[in-house]
């Protein structure tokens, strides 16, 4: 074992050090997936950080020895969580010990075995803090630690210096956001761009992102928005080092993820369910002449799925990676060698993954990053549930844009009633938000088709359809056309004057572009001679649109449903025309949302 070179000192040292759990959990059910293992106590013990340990240790060259105590300790205390089994233990290694000539395998697996748990309960965080100086050496230290069945993580990604060249070593199972880009991620658009870019990157090297440090509803609700995996920080649990605070599953986030439907993808996934394939898996710890005669009874199967023993895929084997043994004199006595044939790791590939839950859209991203894909692994609950080709995939897009299709409005193309419909029901739904919800209708118009004709009257109704399509001030916004001259607008998570005034600018627009459809004379007088709704000839004036601006904050809407939502626009719509400045702002005062949260929020 290795710890005879550790001095009395640093023996005194480790034994006050202590792990305190932090919990990682599904970002949609809340389920509990992980804890990782903070460093505590490191004051007492005579450290200035937790990053001085290690370096206090790595100049006394005592880097790999200090670190085997201490994963003892770590998993020790894992092992005492009651239901550790069905979870994993995230470990910070150092990665200033891959370049340790002191570095060889074996005691952790023995770690494991003698407290009854499996190689896969173990995930290593890799750390960005520090440089690779060996990147071979890096790369067959990341292979034997996965080759063992542990789990690779890269920590703080975004942080230090090592940037993607940790990626491209690592090829990890899980890549963790940096807290500094989940940090008013919801105000900051390179923040959302940069975590966004993580996101497709990682499903594409088939590794599962969570996201760090996440304190407030709002950095939940866009983290599950990008398509962030797992999710760790204060609005689940703060650290704690006793294990008994611990649970196996976290309430408000389960209620939370029921409820944030703000891109309400039940229709993608029935569609998915419809067309990806039920590729029967294999396990990881199955023998490789039988996966190779596997193949050989099924000719027309190209690959298999290979999951751990937590259903979790590990990426696929192909037909393709047994031809080197096949055709060669020797290659199937190596198969069946021993040492060879328990390991299925020299022959799986990694492949996009994706989360049943996600939208069509961004499953169509990782397909378009990559032309020669087979397709990628649809995941439920980080679990493999199926197979998705390239071929399947643009049948159901096709068939979304055909259901999409038939409730736009023919004239301008926007959504319809229906998506109109569902845009307001989702929106409140998700509590988390404050939204915006504004109504479009224009004023005179009658009397300006009755003059000019329909077809005018359409060419206007396009131009503003096209002025509210390219309007750019807002990038969460979601525009429909009611029908004829009223139009919907529903806009996310914004300053109210900055909407207003954004709001009010669009209107002057449009009265602008508005005045060059009239003849040059009554655009002169400033208004027209026509009959009004009652058939009396008098001066009305020239077109303007009126809006009605309901906002409801976040919180619970009980009472709140799409169809009252209609009623009190339309309401609010008459008041509007009778305004001034052709507008009118409400405000829906909701229920408070998790009370026990409003500390953290």
């Not at 494991?112 to 173990?122: G, I, P, V, Y």
């Not at 408000?252 to 996934?269: L, P, V």
């Not at 596997?294 to 751990?308: C, L, M, Q, S």
Request: glycine share 6%; with cysteine; aromatic share 12%.
């Amino acid at each position: 074992m290795e710890t005879q070179s550790i001095n009395k000192e640093w023996s005194d040292r480790l034994e006050v050090l202590d792990f305190a759990f932090q919990p990682i959990v599904n970002i949609h059910t809340g389920v509990c997936y992980g804890y990782e293992a903070l460093l505590r106590n490191y004051e007492p013990a005579g450290f200035l950080s937790i990053g001085n340990v290690f370096d206090r240790a790595h100049e006394e060259q005592i880097l790999h020895q200090v670190d085997l105590l201490l994963r003892r300790k770590a998993i020790e205390k894992y092992a005492m969580v009651e239901w550790s089994p069905f979870t994993k233990l995230f470990y910070n290694l150092d990665n200033r010990i891959l370049d340790s000539a002191r570095y060889k395998t074996g005691y952790t697996a023995e770690l494991l075995t003698q407290r009854n748990l499996l190689h896969s309960n173990l995930c290593f965080e890799i750390s960005e803090k520090h440089q690779l100086t060996n990147g071979q050496a890096a790369v067959s230290a990341f292979f034997n630690y996965r080759s063992q069945g542990f789990k690779i993580a890269v920590d703080d990604c975004g942080s230090g210096f090592c940037g993607f060249q940790m990626l491209y070593y690592a090829e990890p199972d899980y890549i963790k956001v940096d807290r500094f880009f989940i940090q008013d991620i919801e105000v900051d658009a390179k923040k959302r761009l940069f975590v966004s870019s993580i996101v497709e990157i990682a499903h594409l090297m088939g590794s599962i992102v969570v996201a760090e440090g996440v304190e407030t509803l709002r950095e939940f609700y866009d983290c599950r928005t990008i398509g962030c995996d797992l999710v760790q920080g204060y609005l689940i649990q703060k650290p704690v080092m006793d294990i008994s605070q611990l649970q196996p599953e976290y309430q408000n986030i389960a209620m939370m993820g029921k409820t944030d439907r703000r891109y309400d993808t039940t229709a993608d996934k029935a569609l998915i369910k419809t067309e990806m394939q039920k590729l029967i898996p294999i396990a990881e710890n199955e023998n490789i002449i039988s996966i190779f005669e596997k193949f050989r009874e099924n000719k027309n199967t190209p690959f298999f799925p290979i999951v751990d023993r937590n259903g979790e895929p590990l990426g696929i084997i192909r037909e393709s990676a047994f031809k080197d043994f096949a055709y060669s004199r020797y290659g199937r006595h190596l198969l069946e060698n021993p040492a060879f044939s328990k390991n299925t790791s020299y022959f799986i590939s990694k492949i996009p993954v994706a989360d049943i839950h996600s939208p069509l859209e961004k499953i169509l991203k990782i397909f378009a990053q990559d032309e020669a894909l087979e397709g990628l692994l649809i995941l439920n609950d980080l679990k493999y549930e199926g197979f998705l080709s390239a071929q399947s995939l643009l049948k159901i897009l096709n068939e979304k844009n055909l259901a999409i299709a038939r409730d736009q409005n023919p004239l301008t193309k926007l959504p319809g009633n229906t998506i109109i419909f569902e845009y307001i029901s989702n929106a409140l739904t998700e509590v988390g938000s404050q939204f915006y919800f504004i109504h479009f209708d224009f004023d005179n118009f009658k009397a300006f088709n009755d003059k000019y004709g329909f077809r005018t009257g359409d060419r206007l109704i396009l131009r503003f359809s096209e002025l509210l399509s390219r309007w750019d001030a807002f990038s969460e916004k979601f525009v429909g056309h009611i029908g004829g001259d009223d139009f919907f607008m529903g806009v996310k998570d914004q300053e109210s004057t900055r909407l207003v005034t954004g709001i009010r600018r669009l209107a002057a627009k449009f009265k602008s572009d508005a005045e060059s459809f009239y003849d040059p004379q009554t655009t002169q007088n400033g208004f027209m001679i026509a009959k009004d709704r009652d058939g009396v000839e008098k001066k009305i004036p020239l077109l303007t649109v009126s809006a009605s601006i309901l906002v409801v904050p976040p919180g619970n809407r009980p009472a709140l449903n799409a169809e009252n939502v209609g009623s009190i626009l339309a309401t609010m719509k008459k008041t509007a025309k009778k305004s001034k400045d052709k507008l009118y702002i409400d405000e829906i005062n909701p229920e408070p949302i998790f009370p026990e949260l409003r500390a953290v929020n």
